[in-house]
């Protein structure tokens, strides 16, 4: 028995090595799951960056005066132009098939623009400039890099013959990457080079604005009752259990209601962040009730007993005493609910704001979609030019996120300071 | 008996703020009556429907049909034929992709609990923690996204390379990435109940000579053993809502099948796919989504009340 | 009750009057031990010697450092990452602070009963046979039962629970709950048995089964006890130590430290002056 407790046997050494292994697993299931949030975001973020970048092409336009008509140069055949010039560029091509090839590597979006560069610099017509136009999306994968030529000689939907027009652009240094200012201050579009987040992202703040007028006062004026006024009660307790049941529901469920209570029976109108931020509202709803009454509740009973004693009635104390102090702890409950209804897709699948929304919307009663369904939109799209789009969306989601939780972060340390 | 000196002490003070203060009542009582709206709300906007669907398609041909095609029913000839509105094929599909799931975040959350709660010092706690909430912020249409596009590919020319046949929207794909998903929700919900077992339980076990991990295996989880469960619940009904991750990742075709590498589809991703094209509300195929919605908001609930009152007694065990 | 509780103090005192701190039979070997709780120190070059199979009683005022001097007999001090320990311990003439030394092994050779009565949420057959369960001591069904029924007969409990031992030991009342803990603890048969007060939870009657176990118990263990009451000390050990702010201020025969004590803070201890 004496000194048995140096170690030295087999079934020590054993029952150490358990130890060891199974301090082991609990490091490797939280290094598999942070691995995977890293690869996650890693992936993502290195697929979406390239939508930061887009291409454009130049070639020599001729606006000669049998085009357009300098009295009305909105009046022009602006496609055909684009066309005409693209042939002269290539003068070696007649045949049909490759004409129509050749007019696909510029964006459809390029008549508008020359249309718009016209209009605003009348002084130009009757001469040749060289202008730059966005490439199409097949071009912008390829130059870019995201696509590799196979062994047909083929990049992706753009076929050799393509490629080497491709190569000849940049031979001579009309072709190049710019910033994609476009991804954020267009809408929707079919064409991926032209796409842009800027309506939905519009689309989601007009929800969220609504989300928080709504959430707010209600959220925080429940808090106030079922904490001050009815603590411990028969009626409290059953709002209580309800609040909790209620942060548990899946969020379609929220979404059905939408659909049957404020489109079906209260008409409201589809597809508008008026319903989409109600929705979410009703969502949030929970997550705010639950954060205000805590922060109420870290207010210190003695304000209360200070406040009632001077005579002061119940509702002054609360409101002028109690709430001030709870106010920050209130409104970073909100934020952290508001960060949760900015990621939500499927409620508001529900309520139509699903649809394809070019135009930035201007009310809270206009169609509109938002940035998590954009999202869910371009994933769902064929063409591979609308990952790195997606991916960026993503991005751009997240780093509202993290925005929001930071900003709820510090809210929170101040007022932790104060006390 | 009051002396009239005071009541007219407490009139004069009082007629303008009074009237005020009734209204500041009445907003009160008006907000915190709004959840309890909402809940009604919720069950009669799906109850109406879902009443009328079942007018159509009798209730137990819904709840044990093995056939699930709405499509077809939207010709007149077959509204409400039985056979095309079974639920039973969605049911094993959210059962299916929420067992691999939990199969994934259990062990995952647990041992992160484990480690978070009895390993970790203050730093380490304080830097790992967030970054686990992190996973559980992330909008889920992002990991519907990532399951759909790096996932469940993966998966496909991985299985592949072994001869397995798996389809590109297999379950397994869209099981594993909710899992992921849910790891925070385990790992939080359980990193508090164990942290609930009182140090004196520690001590007897070291004091005896236990090493940490026997005290953990033999003495910490079986006393929080109700508490986990109640967090397993909490999590297993959260995979079992999700919606996002299965719309994207799983089918729409449904399958009524166990095996992992198949397609399926889910309760949540029907009712999506109903409810999100063209609807006609007289139609079954579109009331069937109600009925999918209160069977989805019914079950959910159940789990959830019953985990709540697990970790509440557990709580209260410890007090 | 109070016929026993006289009878045993009588035979006690006998004791006390006999008892002699050879070095030769001492267990616990303590030398200029130094403990810090992150930087404040809570104990101050203690050394003491406990002899072997006799009661030893540390007493002191709250705060003085008598559960961290004996936390660092078992190494329990270990689990707290702000506590640093300086000095020699020896027991058995090993130093336990040394490298080689398996921490799991010297806490199942010096065990442990703390303040509050800690049973594990398992059966009261489940309680004593954990030790030995985890230590490997038998595979043998039988042997283990053979085991835990003798354990629980050392502590006095065995008549009262026989009949219920797969009920949770959380169901025993608070004195019944620590003579379960005293069983879990000499079921894996340490030599020195640590005690932090533990009859301060307990009422008289419960309290006088504990002397009463522990007086039953020094024939074969080591035991040093802790405790608030200096009848208790009297009552149950041969030797004790008094602790006063960290520092050893007196040590001896607990007759002696009770009748004559030499250093004026004991003194004043003892006729209640400070503490
Ligand atoms: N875990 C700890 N962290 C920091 N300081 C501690 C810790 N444990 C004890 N101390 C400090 O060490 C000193 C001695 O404490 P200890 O618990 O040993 O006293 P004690 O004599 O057992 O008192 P009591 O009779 O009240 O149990 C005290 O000043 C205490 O504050
Ligand atoms: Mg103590």
Redesign the pocket.
């Known amino acids: 028995m004496t000194n048995s407790f140096v170690m030295r046997s087999s079934k020590s050494r054993k029952r150490h090595a358990a130890e060891m292994r199974f301090q082991w697993m609990g490091r490797i299931a939280i290094i598999i799951a942070i691995g995977f949030l890293v690869f996650m975001v890693g992936s993502i973020a290195m697929m979406g960056a390239g939508a930061l970048k887009q291409t454009h092409i130049a070639f020599d336009v001729d606006l000669s005066h049998n085009e357009i008509d300098p009295a009305f140069p909105e009046k022009a055949d602006y496609d055909a132009i684009i066309k005409a010039s693209l042939r002269k560029a290539f003068p070696d091509i007649t045949d049909r098939r490759e004409k129509r090839e050749l007019y696909r590597l510029v964006s459809a979006e390029a008549s508008f623009s020359l249309k718009n560069f016209v209009v605003n610099n009348p002084a130009h017509i009757g001469q040749t400039h060289k202008l730059w136009f966005i490439a199409s999306d097949d071009v912008d994968l390829f130059f870019k890099g995201n696509i590799t030529i196979d062994e047909k000689g083929n990049a992706g939907r753009l076929n050799a013959q393509e490629v080497a027009w491709v190569r000849i652009f940049e031979r001579n240094q009309n072709i190049e990457t710019r910033f994609n200012t476009r991804f954020f201050t267009a809408g929707d579009s079919r064409e991926p080079e032209l796409a842009g987040i800027l309506s939905s992202l519009t689309g989601t703040a007009f929800t969220l604005l609504i989300t928080f007028l709504i959430a707010f006062p209600i959220g925080i004026f429940s808090a106030i009752f079922l904490e001050e006024f009815i603590p411990q009660s028969r009626w409290g307790d059953i709002i209580e259990v309800n609040i909790t049941n209620l942060a548990a529901v899946p969020s379609i469920v929220f979404g059905i209601l939408g659909l049957t209570i404020f489109l079906n029976t209260f008409g409201m109108p589809r597809s508008s962040p008026l319903v989409g931020g109600l929705v979410l509202a009703l969502m949030t709803l929970p997550t705010i009730i639950i954060a205000s009454r805590a922060a109420l509740r870290s207010v210190s009973p003695s304000i209360r007993e200070a406040a009632l004693g001077v005579g002061a009635t119940q509702i002054q104390t609360v409101f002028h005493h109690v709430v001030p102090l709870a106010l920050p702890g209130m409104l970073t409950g909100a934020i952290v609910g508001m960060a949760r209804a900015l990621g939500e897709t499927a409620p508001l699948l529900m309520i139509g704001m699903v649809a394809f929304i070019v135009d930035v919307p201007n009310s809270i009663l206009a169609p509109a979609t938002a940035l998590p369904v954009q999202i869910f939109l371009w994933a769902d799209s064929p063409e591979r030019a609308f990952l790195e789009k997606t991916s960026a969306a993503i991005i751009v989601l997240l780093v509202f996120l993290v925005l929001m939780n930071l900003i709820a972060i510090i809210l929170r340390s101040k007022h932790r300071q104060r006390f | 008996m009051i002396s009239s000196s005071e009541i007219s002490l407490t009139r004069k003070t009082s007629t303008g703020k009074m009237l005020s203060e009734g209204a500041v009542y009445f907003v009160l009582i008006a907000s915190s009556l709004v959840a309890v709206g909402v809940t009604i709300g919720i069950v009669m906007s799906m109850l109406f429907e879902a009443v009328q669907f079942f007018n159509l398609v009798p209730i137990q041909d819904f709840l044990f049909g093995l056939e699930w095609s709405p499509q077809t029913a939207i010709r007149s000839d077959q509204v409400g034929s039985s056979g095309s509105f079974g639920a039973v094929p969605l049911i094993t599909g959210t059962l299916l992709i929420s067992t691999i799931a939990m199969l994934v975040a259990t062990p995952l959350g647990l041992a992160s609990a484990i480690y978070l709660a009895e390993y970790a010092g203050p730093r380490q706690r304080n830097i790992i923690k967030p970054i686990l909430e992190i996973l559980a912020g992330i909008p889920t249409v992002v990991y519907g996204f990532f399951a759909a596009l790096v996932i469940a590919p993966f998966i496909r020319t991985t299985g592949g390379s072994f001869g397995l046949e798996i389809a590109s929207e297999s379950a397994l794909a869209a099981g594993l990435v909710m899992g992921i998903m849910i790891v925070p929700l385990i790992s939080s919900l359980s990193d508090d109940v164990i942290n609930a077992v009182p140090q004196e339980l520690r001590d007897a076990s070291f004091g005896l000579g236990a090493t940490h991990s026997e005290t953990i295996k033999k003495v910490i989880l079986p006393a929080a053993i109700s508490g986990i469960a109640g967090s397993l619940l909490l999590a297993a009904s959260t995979a079992i809502g999700e919606t996002m991750i299965v719309v994207m990742a799983a089918g729409l075709a449904a399958n009524l099948t166990a095996n992992p590498l198949e397609a399926v589809t889910t309760v949540t991703a029907q009712i999506v796919a109903l409810l999100t094209g063209d609807q006609e509300f007289d139609s079954a195929k579109t009331l069937s989504a109600f009925a999918l919605g209160l069977l989805l908001f019914v079950v959910t609930l159940i789990l959830n009340i019953i985990a709540q009152k697990i970790v509440k007694h557990y709580r209260e065990q410890y007090d | 009750m109070n016929m026993t509780v006289q009878i045993r103090t009588a035979e006690i005192q006998d004791m006390v009057e006999n008892a002699i701190l050879a070095p030769s039979a001492s267990i616990v070997s303590a030398k200029n031990v130094n403990?810090y709780?992150?930087g404040?120190q809570?104990?101050k070059n203690i050394s003491l010697d406990v002899a072997k199979n006799r009661v030893t009683s540390?007493i002191?005022?709250?705060?003085?450092?008598?559960?961290?001097?004996?936390?660092c007999i078992n190494r329990m001090n270990d689990l707290?990452d702000?506590?640093r320990v300086e000095g020699n311990i020896e027991v058995d003439g090993q130093d336990i602070y040394s490298p080689e030394v398996d921490v799991v092994a010297l806490r199942a050779h010096v065990g442990m009963v703390f303040?509050k009565p800690n049973p594990f949420p398992k059966s009261i057959f489940e309680n004593v046979a954990y030790g030995m369960r985890i230590h490997g001591l038998t595979n043998n069904k039988s042997e283990l039962a053979d085991r835990v029924e003798l354990s629980l007969r050392k502590a006095a409990l065995w008549d009262e629970v026989k009949d219920r031992l797969e009920q949770p030991g959380t169901g025993l009342s608070g004195g019944q709950q620590q003579r379960l803990c005293i069983a879990r603890a000499i079921a894996v048969e340490p030599r020195i048995v640590l005690m932090?007060?533990p009859a301060s939870a307990l009422d008289p009657i419960a309290t006088a089964k504990i002397e009463e176990l522990i007086g039953d118990l020094s024939t074969n263990y080591t035991i040093i006890i802790?405790t608030?009451s200096m009848q208790q000390a009297a009552r149950v050990s041969q030797f004790t130590a008094f602790?006063h702010m960290?520092e050893l201020v007196e040590y001896g025969n607990t007759k002696t430290t009770f009748t004559s004590p030499n250093d004026e803070r004991t003194q004043n201890y003892i006729t209640g002056k400070i503490g």
Do not use: N, R, W
Request: glycine share 14%; proline share 3%.
């Open positions: 403990v709780y992150a404040k809570a104990l540390f002191g005022p709250s705060g003085c450092g008598k559960t961290t001097f004996l936390k707290i702000i506590c303040q932090d007060e802790v608030h602790f960290g």
